[in-house]
């Protein structure tokens, strides 16, 4: 079983960065393909990016790719997401997610076991 937290969410102005990191307790992080997952208010949850166990294959959302980079470290057990030239319509509570059945980040949330408690992201225009 893994164990997951969030961590660098706040408030920036659009236009603005910020990087997300999910820290993984456990052993065998890198057995895990990760995923981020975001949810508006009043909106159903979704894929934002994921990455494979080894951190060679990354796959995004449309509407973040080219500004969002998923990353990982599998000798910190952690994942990351730099997020950049962030929208107002990005404001949302992320949530990273630990996949042991599928060697890549699947887009699908019901393909994930693990989920962290989510950080929320604030972007004001």
């Known amino acids: 079983q893994v164990q997951l937290v969030e961590s660098g969410g706040g408030l920036v102005q659009a236009g603005g960065s910020l990087r997300l990191s999910c820290a993984a307790s456990?052993?065998?992080?890198?057995?895990?393909?990760m995923g981020w997952f975001r949810q508006a208010p009043g909106k159903e949850r979704e894929f934002v990016a994921g990455?494979?166990?080894?951190?060679?294959?990354?796959n995004y959302a449309d509407n973040v790719k080219g500004r969002f980079t998923i990353s990982r470290d599998n000798t910190k057990n952690t994942v990351y997401l730099q997020m950049n030239r962030l929208k107002s319509e990005d404001t949302a509570v992320y949530y990273c997610?630990?996949?042991?059945?599928?060697?890549?980040?699947?887009?699908?949330?019901?393909?994930?076991?693990?989920w962290g408690q989510g950080t929320q992201v604030t972007v004001s225009s």
């Open positions: 997610a630990a996949s042991t059945g599928t060697p890549y980040g699947s887009r699908n949330s019901r393909d994930y076991d693990y």
């Open positions: 456990g052993r065998s992080f890198s057995g895990y393909a």
């Open positions: 990455i494979s166990r080894g951190g060679v294959v990354t």
